[in-house]
């Protein structure tokens, strides 16, 4: 039976979720978002939305339904292009897919690696189609030093003593906070305003 949603979605809308893990709390509150996990719609099957995500171990893709599941009290947010959509801007958004699925994933969040997180591999989609950069990649200094409350601790026990930070990554919340996004649909109103 055809899954229904409040809003109709298109190929390019990006996903944001909340992953409950410690890691991806950590990267919540590294970033200073509640978003610490992002997909891109690719189509419909009849049934359900399709989304292409980078998660444990591989990249994949899957239905919207199991992504929002997934999700800390089922939250999600969808965002897209705020000039929309082009069909050939469509096309060129899936001819970017496949290439990039089955990728191992990177725990370590580097940006210049050839393996995958989630939002470098959104960030990666619309930059090499479409020549548009949906978020902001920078360095670990630049975000950790911007986020006081980020626990320090926990990055360097992740990287084993000390953390990278000259390492290039792209979050989530970069793509959150990006002015050329904006919001179709939040499944909690108060996420509308949220960081």
Not at 15 to 32: D, H, P, R, Y
Not at 94 to 122: A, M, N, W
């Amino acid at each position: 039976m055809p899954k229904h949603y409040p809003e109709k979605y298109e190929v390019g809308d990006v996903v944001f979720t909340c992953i409950g893990t410690t890691l991806f709390g950590q990267i919540s509150a590294a970033s200073n978002c509640w978003s610490n996990h992002v997909g891109i719609i690719i189509g419909h099957d009849g049934d359900d939305y399709v989304v292409a995500e980078s998660r444990v171990p591989l990249s994949t893709t899957t239905s919207l339904s199991r992504f929002i599941k997934r999700s800390a009290c089922q939250r999600y947010c969808i965002k897209r292009l705020a000039e929309g959509l082009s069909p050939t801007q469509k096309d060129a958004l899936l001819d970017q897919v496949p290439t990039r699925l089955r990728k191992i994933y990177h725990t370590g969040f580097d940006y210049e690696s050839s393996k995958q997180f989630c939002s470098k591999f959104v960030f990666d989609i619309y930059k090499e189609a479409l020549s548009v950069n949906i978020g902001n990649v920078e360095t670990f200094s630049e975000l950790l030093n911007s986020n006081p409350d980020a626990k320090l601790n926990f990055w360097k026990f992740w990287f084993l003593g000390a953390i990278p930070w000259e390492r290039k990554t792209v979050t989530p919340a970069s793509l959150w906070h990006h002015r050329s996004l904006s919001m179709v649909y939040a499944s909690h109103p108060q996420e509308m305003n949220q960081p």
